[in-house]
Nanobody
């Protein structure tokens, strides 16, 4: 599986962005998809996950109520709607694929495939 993330950018606090992640291959629904982020000097952290069918979603407490993950399996694409952005959301955001399409796995080691990352910068 190859992943290509796009849609990051520079936005003022309170603004919105909608990154997306396009996957290659014909078995996209066999993978759960996640978003992680890494700020300078910090470890990569879990942000959100969606199961293979899209029936279940999971979020870090820091983004609950502001971010929403979704997927369109027919398009091999996962979307990440980010609303009410805060300066502390500034990071490189990575999409990742877990060959287990179920459950709530949130550790980077659970994901086998990674996109190249897209920069999100929120100014105050």
């Amino acid at each position: 599986v190859q992943l290509q993330a796009s849609g990051g950018g520079l936005v003022q606090a309170g603004g919105s962005l909608r990154p997306s992640c396009a996957a290659s291959g014909r078995t996209f629904s066999s993978y759960a998809m996640g978003w992680f982020r890494q700020a300078p000097g910090k470890e990569r952290e879990f942000v959100s996950r969606i199961t293979g069918t899209g029936s279940s979603t999971y979020y870090a407490d820091s983004v609950k109520g502001r971010f929403m993950i979704s997927r369109v399996n027919a398009e091999n694409t996962v979307y990440f709607q980010m609303n009410n952005l805060k300066p502390e959301d500034t990071a490189v955001y990575y999409c990742a694929a877990d060959p287990n399409p179920f459950g709530s796995a949130a550790e980077p080691g659970d994901y086998d495939y990674w996109g190249q990352g897209t920069q999100v910068t929120v100014s105050s």
